[in-house]
RNA sequence: GUAGAUGUAGCUCAGUUGGUUAGAGCAUCGGUUUGUGGUACCGAGGGUCGAGGGUUCGAGCCCCUUCAUUUACCCCA
């Protein structure tokens, strides 16, 4: 049988795993850094808590689980299961009898349900960081995966926008550190709630938002296009048009805003809050992220109410988001527990890792496939058990060494294999090293050697 | 779902208007070299050409079907 994986996941072989893992130590250490404190959830959560969070789409996206055992039913629920299924092989149907489990599709999502379920335990505001997979029944592309980590930071149960702030100045410093020079454009679902109350749209926002979301890519006739083929009025559409247009900088835009939204409550209030974040942004000291008010944003998810994120790398070809967020009044509600506000924000590290590869962004000392820095060469027999001897000296002295396990025919064999795991030092033991207790010691970058005595190699590896 | 591209050795790919025994590089193994790797040279093994059907004297190449991979749309990290 040919060997092969699912579509859209993906091995990783251990030069791989040493950026990703640089990657994650970052974003992590930064987590840390503000305050974040980790949690894990399950793989698998109840398919009920995660319907109906994350849109039409999303929701279709999920990964579901099969009940088990569902052989071992009795002979009138098999029936049902029968129905259940043809039911679901024809219209978009969510049956709990066939899968009540799923795979989580984010972060946040599982996270709300904790929040609520420990919720006598935990000390508001609460801020927590979760770097685990999560899982989407999408189709791949380039840069598009079905199984793919998040890292999430988030804080639930405080209402201030310092809470955004913080987390902008969080993006500063972990993509500083990444080195990937990146746009985070932000935006807030109450413009976007009081745009849609000035057009009397309200009920056709998530098409508004969705068609001005592509401005981008279509371009200003493209939407105008999409806007009419959702039923929106020309009216409206006119009323519109100097948001389309609108550009230049944060302040002018936020000036335009405001003239259009004055009649709108909702749409004051998001100018407010976009204001609070642009005249402190000064505070937190970004030195390396550009932000920028972008009302063209509106993102997906449903759960959002406030301010949205949304990163993307500023140089190269491959520039998808890396990295989204937002705030969220009551994701909390839906599990029976009102009034806590959430903030938080999910580095996508998989695309960051695409980015970082294709600019060449990894420092020099993670392109090692191996950490070893020494590896000892046998003989024969009666040297390797010396060489394992020597090794637990070395390992002692905190000195990453490994020891050829094999007695081979070629020696050659052994110094081919350093070479190819690109260990520095290669320890030689035959018969002369063992009666003199010696080691010979080869730098393999300039082929120079030495015999040593057993403190000197410690000393000269240190 | 819709549209395009690609499936040939373990990997990356050549393969002419259809013509004898399907090739290369890398990788693997062996040798030049029984106390020394990365270089060089010599040699070896490895293929139901994605699968099935058709056209033809003859198909890796043309036609049909099907499967897989991949890119774009939609949506998203």
Same mark, same amino acid.
């Given at each position: ?33 503000? +305050? ?21 789409? +999303?929701?279709? !996206? ?118 990937? *020079? ?11 709630? =009081? ?6 749209? %309200? ?15 279509? $371009? ?26 609108? %550009? ?29 974040? !642009?005249?402190? *942004? ?17 993102? +997906? ?22 990295? +989204?967020? $937002? ?5 909390? $509600? ?6 806590? %506000?959430?903030? $938080? ?24 496939? %191996?950490?070893?820095?020494i590896l000892l060469v046998n003989f024969g027999?009666a040297e390797l058990m010396y060489c394992v001897s020597l090794a637990a000296k070395l390992?002692?002295a =905190?000195i990453?060494a ?23 030092y290669v320890g030689v033991v035959g018969s002369n090293e063992m009666t003199n207790k010696t080691i010979m010691l080869k730098t393999?970058?300039? =082929?120079e050697q030495q015999e040593l005595s057993v403190e000197n190699l410690v000393n000269a590896l240190?």
């Amino acid at each position: 049988m040919k060997p092969s994986i699912p579509r859209g996941t993906r091995d990783f072989g251990p030069a791989e795993m040493q950026k990703r893992q640089y990657i994650f130590n970052i974003i992590k250490t930064n987590f840390q850094l503000f +305050g974040y404190a980790p949690i894990e959830t399950p793989t698998m959560e109840n398919i009920t808590t995660l319907t109906g969070k994350y849109g039409e789409e +999303g929701d279709q !996206l999920i990964f579901k689980v099969l009940n088990s055992r569902i052989h071992e039913s009795k002979d009138d629920k098999k029936e049902l299961l029968k129905k259940e299924f043809i039911t679901s092989l024809e219209k978009s149907y969510n049956s709990e009898l066939l899968t009540e489990k799923a795979l989580r599709y984010d972060l946040t999502v599982p996270f709300a349900r904790y929040v609520v379920m420990n919720h006598h335990a935990l000390t508001y505001p609460f801020k927590r960081y979760q770097i685990q997979p999560v899982w989407r029944a999408d189709k791949p592309q380039k840069g598009r995966y079905r199984e793919f980590y998040q890292c999430d930071a988030d804080v639930i149960g405080s209402d201030s926008l310092v809470n955004e702030l913080e987390l902008i100045a969080m993006m500063d410093k972990s993509f500083a550190e990444l080195k990937i *020079l990146v746009i985070v454009k932000f935006n807030n679902r109450k413009i976007l709630s =009081g745009i849609a109350e000035i057009l009397n749209a %309200s009920d056709k926002i998530i098409d508004i938002t969705v068609a001005i979301d592509k401005l981008d890519k279509i $371009g200003k006739d493209g939407v105008i296009k999409e806007l009419q083929s959702k039923e929106i009025s020309a009216e409206a559409i006119t009323k519109l048009e100097p948001l389309i247009d609108l %550009s230049g900088t944060n302040d002018a835009k936020v000036s335009v805003l405001k003239t259009f939204l004055a009649s709108s409550e909702i749409g004051k209030k998001g100018i407010e809050e976009i204001e609070f974040l !642009l005249t402190n *942004l000064s505070s937190i000291n970004i030195k390396h992220i550009n932000v920028e008010l972008d009302i063209t944003l509106a993102r +997906g998810l449903n759960y959002y109410t406030g301010t949205i994120f949304e990163a993307k790398a500023d140089s190269g070809t491959f520039t998808p988001s890396i990295l +989204g967020g $937002g705030r969220y009044d009551d994701l909390t $509600g839906i599990f029976g527990l009102k009034g806590l %506000s959430g903030v $938080g924000i999910s580095f996508g590290v998989d695309r960051i890792y695409d980015v970082m590869e294709e600019l060449n962004l990894f420092p020099e000392s993670v392109n090692k496939v %191996s950490t070893t820095k020494i590896l000892l060469v046998n003989f024969g027999e009666a040297e390797l058990m010396y060489c394992v001897s020597l090794a637990a000296k070395l390992r002692a002295a =905190g000195i990453n060494a490994e020891v050829y396990p094999d007695v081979v025919k070629k020696v050659s064999k052994q110094f081919e294999y350093a070479d190819k795991k690109q260990i520095p030092y290669v320890g030689v033991v035959g018969s002369n090293e063992m009666t003199n207790k010696t080691i010979m010691l080869k730098t393999m970058a300039t =082929g120079e050697q030495q015999e040593l005595s057993v403190e000197n190699l410690v000393n000269a590896l240190k």
